[in-house]
Every structure is written in C-alpha cells, then in structure tokens.
C-alpha cells in the first residue's frame, strides 16, 4: 500500500520487459500478482509527473491484466468506459514511456483515441457508450471476441440500459463487464453470493445449463419451470435479477482485484455464446492510501510541482464564483433548486449540496434526465438551475429543445467548462455550445468577460422568465473585484470599453483581457457584448457607422457562433461592412495547456493583434482612406 506520489522512478523489472500484451501472455499467471504491483507503482509515479486522472485506473489494474492476458488483442475488442480508466491498458499495450507525455502537447490522450493505438478500439470521452459500441462489432462478425467494460457510474446512464436491452434481443458474443466501484450499483457480496457465483462462472454450469436447455425445451413446461426456478434462486443472493430478466447469462458479484478468480472467470465466460455480464467489485483509488479513502478527492491529480516561488495571486475560479452565486441566490429565492449530472464537485456545488440538501439534485450521469427534471420543476413553480458541462449538453439537446424551450420554460442554465479546457482535449471541450443554443428560439444565451460579471448575469438570466443559459470557462479569471450585491444587467445590452478608430472588438466572453490588450496597442474601439442572444443590435449598428471593419472574438466555433450572429444581422440589415470572425476553426483542438490551445487557434493576445493589424493593413491598401471614421 502506497500513502504518497512516487518522485523517482520505481523499479518495474517485470514491467519493462512488457511492450506487448503478447509479451504478457507469455507470462506464469502467478507473475501476475508481481506485474500488478509494478504497473500500479509506475501508474502512480507517471500520473504525478503529468497530471491527469488516476483514481480510476489504480481500481482496474488487476482487471487491464486479465484482460489482456485472457483476451488476444488486438484481435479481440476491449472497449473501455469512462476512457479514464485507461491508463494500465496504455502502458500495457505499448505507451508505457509515452505515458509521461500524457495530455501534453503531441503526447498522449487522456481517454482511448483510435488514432493513437490499434488496441484503442473506440474514442471514449464521454460515459456509458462502451456496451453499443462493442455491440456493433460483435455484430459485424468475424472471428474475434468483444468485451465491453463499463465502470466509475457510467452504468447511471440511460445509454447503457438502451444497449444492454438491444444486446439481450441478439445472439451477439459480447461480454460486458460491470465494474462496480461504489459509483455504480451497490456491492452484495458474502459468502453464498461468492460460492454461487463460482458455480454460475464455470465451464461445468454452463455446459450443463446449455444441455438442459436443449433437452427441456422439448418439454416447455419443464423448461419454463427450470428456468424461473434458475432465475428466483439467483434473485435470492445476486443483485443480477434485472440482467437475468433483460436475457443476459449474469455471473457475480467477484473481486476485481484477485487475479487468478478474474483470469479463471474471463477463461470461462470468453467460450460462452450470446450476451453474457460479469459483476466485478473493486475498489477506486486501490493500492494509494489516500485515493482508497477520498476516492472523489483523488479522482485525478494536477503535475507534481516544485513550490513556486512567487505567491500564486488567489484568484477564484468560475465554478467558485457560480458555486457562491448559487448560495446566495437560494438565500432569497426559496423556489431555487439546483441539478447537476454527477457534477457537484466538478461545478463548484459543495457547499450548497451541504446547506440546501432539500433542493439538490445530483441525478449521476444522466444529462437527458437531469434537463427534463428541471422541465418538470419549471412546470410547478420552482426556478431550476441546471449546472452542467457544455460538453454534457450536447448530450441532452433534445431534451433542451423539446421539453424546455419549446414550452418556454424558466429553466437557467450554468455552463461551465464552455470554450477549450487544456488537457482533457476535444472530447470535453465546450466548443459548440453557442452554435447550438443560438439557434433555439426562446433562449438567452449570456458570455460574462470576468467573474464579476459572471455573478451579474447569472443573477440577470435567472431573474428572466424563460430558458437562459450563462456559459463560464474552466479555470481562474482575470482578477476582477467581485461586487457581493446581485444586479440585473440589461438584457441583450452590451457596453463600450474602450473608445477607438479604425475598426471595433467584438468580444463574447472571457477573451476580453486579451482583447483589451489588442485594442490597447492598435488604438482601437473595445465592446464587452456580453449577450449572444438577444444581441445588441442598436450597439452594432452604431459600430458598423464609426468603424471601417467589425472584428468578433469568441471562444467557440466560428460556424454558427457569435461572430455569425453579428455576420447574419449585418446581411439582413443590407449593411456592407468587412467583418473578421475570430474563433475556433472547423477542427478538433488536441489536448494541450489551455494557452497552448489558444495560441494555436490564433486566440492570444499577440495573435488576435497580429491578425487584426494585417486585416487594417490589408483594407487601408485596397481602400485607402476609408476604415478612419
């Protein structure tokens, strides 16, 4: 048992000889144990070198090995969900030294990615999608295996259920593995429970459950009468009655962290036809003293750093910001009630979950449910606020036409992570959220510049009656002096923050510093927009007379975004105007640091200079004289 970060590299003999899962296989089983021991070890010292999530994957090292030592992939399809749980099967499948370049710039993903390796078999950022896509494959046939495995709450989803209910109707060979963490499905685990889970996984009770079947289903009351009798006696001591009746062969629940049961257990269940489930119970954190005890707390870990030697300013970030809002808020509105899909920590919940606990809701990983919850509420008078990633909200798009905008519904929507977030990479990147809300009738879509005004009009979009959403970033802000008092902003108003010549900065969100300092060197005029919807269109128009070119900045997709808000008012108003949308461009960006990322969408301040000046310079050549007001 480890109670700290490894700084020095651990000694991983049995390890480093592992380049291949073949290499794996042609260990002694009873190797194992040692190899387990080792990968947990590096595990923990690359994490603390990098950064990333860790909790996870210390819960499936014993799990990656049988896998890998049962199953012959790549051949064979493991489909991993939630990705994070990744790491052992990355190091083990030839990306152990990689593993240090892990969500850096070039280095690895923090999620399996097709791209990066032929034993990735599916991209997974996002939950409970690991049981359709391993359906699909084994579906499409040949001669390999397929397993789908499926942990860390991801079986909360509805998705999951949706396949697993698919998968019970075919005769596919798939096995999904439930790895039951105490996020998921509570444990039942004693002495019968193990013993008759030992029989229900061996070769002996499935060869005799497939002869009997054959022989009594000439016999259909007999086979009736067995099968129920079957079915009631496993409901007895097994939490696996609802896979049973879904016409799943279920076996569990087991020690996910004994080697030699789970290698005999895979051997067993990998020869038995159609859908099969194995239960697993492990423990996240395990083999790390303090993830085993916080496994929330140590569900991912920053780099390990020297202690700076300047103060680092203490600025709050923007869920910390939304998190005091939402306290404050429900002081005066007893109506208010808060929901989030198992993000309360991640959106700054904590302390309201703690002092409100009658009107939180944090309904796991389940976005769709989460926003028609909220509907529901709205229809009977409470004033929902829905916390949620915006690359969650994707997730719950019908949900947030159909049954809140559509009936114009008072649902606010906080959205955090919106924009890029550094080093989890496109799959948790906020990057659409503008596009496909701005097409929604009845929706207000906010963008505050600074954690002030994040509080403001947060307070602004929950006052309005209807369906509002105020999107924020990951992260710390600029510093901004946070007013105690709530006040209303204008709706769809922006305001002018600097006066200049030449051409006019469009800012939409937190970009705003980087804009100021643009604006600052080139000598130009600086709008904080603050609404996207309704857009301040009396601000443009007055803009598009003093100024000889328009200039949008947002940290969202071009296609559909802000700047083409503006772009589609302009048209329609007949206004020719040259117009420069700066944004993020038609492409997935890569995980890297956040300013890394913004640097390479020409997002930084040196970059939003630089463009913008050749622009003018570029205008002042083919029409000389015409962008000075």
Not at 82 to 92: E, N, S, W
Not at 239 to 260: A, K, Q, W
Not at 274 to 289: A, M, R, S, Y
């Amino acid at each position: 048992m480890l109670n700290e970060i490894p700084t020095k590299r651990p000694e991983t003999p049995l390890l480093d000889g592992i380049d291949s899962p073949a290499q794996l296989r042609e260990l002694k089983e009873k190797q194992l144990v040692q190899l387990a021991e080792e990968l947990r070890a590096f595990l923990l010292y690359s994490v603390g070198q990098t950064g990333g999530h860790f909790g996870a994957g210390l819960g499936v090292v014993e799990l990656t090995l049988a896998l890998h030592y049962v199953y012959n992939t790549p051949q064979d399809r493991l489909v991993w969900d939630v990705g994070h749980q990744t790491y052992p099967h990355k190091i083990l499948t030839g990306r152990r030294e990689q593993l240090l370049t892990m969500r850096q710039s070039g280095g690895l993903s923090g999620f399996p990615k097709r791209e990066e390796s032929e034993y990735d078999t599916f991209g997974v950022g996002h939950s409970s999608t690991s049981i359709s896509a391993a359906l699909g494959m084994a579906l499409a046939g040949g001669d390999k295996k397929c397993a789908a495995i499926i942990g860390d709450g991801a079986m909360t989803a509805g998705m999951a259920f949706e396949a697993l209910n698919h998968a019970a109707h075919t005769d596919a060979d798939l096995l999904v593995i439930l790895n039951d963490n105490n996020m998921s499905i509570s444990p039942n685990v004693g002495g019968l429970a193990t013993y008759l889970s030992k029989i229900w996984g061996s070769k002996f009770y499935n060869s005799l459950r497939e002869g009997s079947k054959q022989v009594l289903t000439k016999i259909p009351s007999a086979w009736e009468f067995a099968k129920r009798t079957e079915e009631h006696f496993k409901g007895f001591v097994s939490p696996g009655t609802l896979f049973e009746e879904m016409g799943f062969n279920y076996v569990g629940p087991i020690d996910g962290h004994d080697l030699s049961s789970l290698v005999r257990y895979l051997r067993n269940l990998r020869d038995v036809k159609g859908p099969k489930l194995l239960h697993i119970i492990t423990q996240k954190g395990k083999g790390f003293e303090p993830a085993e005890k916080d496994p929330v707390g140590y569900h991912a870990l920053n780099k390990l750093e020297p202690a700076p030697k300047k103060p680092v300013p203490n600025r709050p970030k923007f869920q910390a910001v939304f998190g005091q809002w939402l306290c404050d808020m429900a002081a005066v509105e007893p109506r208010l009630v808060a929901i989030t899909p198992a993000m309360c920590e991640g959106s700054g919940m904590v302390d309201f979950a703690r002092d409100y606990p009658e009107r939180f809701y944090d309904v796991a990983i389940a976005e769709q449910h989460a926003v028609t919850l909220a509907a529901g509420f709205a229809c009977e008078g409470q004033k929902p606020v829905v916390a949620i990633y915006s690359t969650f909200l994707q997730r719950a798009y019908d949900q947030l036409i159909h049954d809140v905008a559509l009936q114009n519904l008072d649902v606010t929507f906080a959205i955090d992570r919106a924009g890029l977030v550094g080093e989890d990479g496109a799959t948790h990147a906020g990057s659409f959220d503008i596009s496909y809300l701005r097409c929604i009738p009845n929706m207000v879509i906010a963008t505050p510049s600074d954690e002030n005004e994040c509080r403001q009009l947060l307070y602004t979009c929950y006052r309005h009656r209807g369906p509002s959403a105020v999107r924020y970033p990951r992260g710390r802000g600029s510093g901004a002096e946070i007013a105690s008092a709530m006040n209303a902003l204008p709706l769809g108003k922006g305001v002018i923050r600097r006066e200049g010549t030449g051409a006019a900065i469009l800012c939409f969100g937190t970009l705003a510093a980087s804009a100021r300092q643009a604006a600052d060197k080139l000598g130009l005029t600086l709008c904080d927009m603050r609404f996207v919807k309704p857009l301040d269109t009396a601000l443009i128009d007055d803009l598009a007379r003093r100024h000889g070119l328009l200039v949008t900045l947002e940290e969202n997709a071009v296609a559909g975004g802000a700047g083409s808000a503006v772009a589609e008012y302009l048209n329609h108003q007949g206004i020719t105007l040259p117009i420069m949308q700066l944004g993020l461009d038609d492409s997935f960006v890569g995980h890297a640091s956040h300013a890394e990322q913004l640097a390479s969408q020409g997002l930084d301040a040196d970059s939003i200079e630089r463009a913008i000046d050749q622009r003018l310079t570029e205008l002042a050549s083919a029409r000389p004289g015409k962008l000075a007001p």
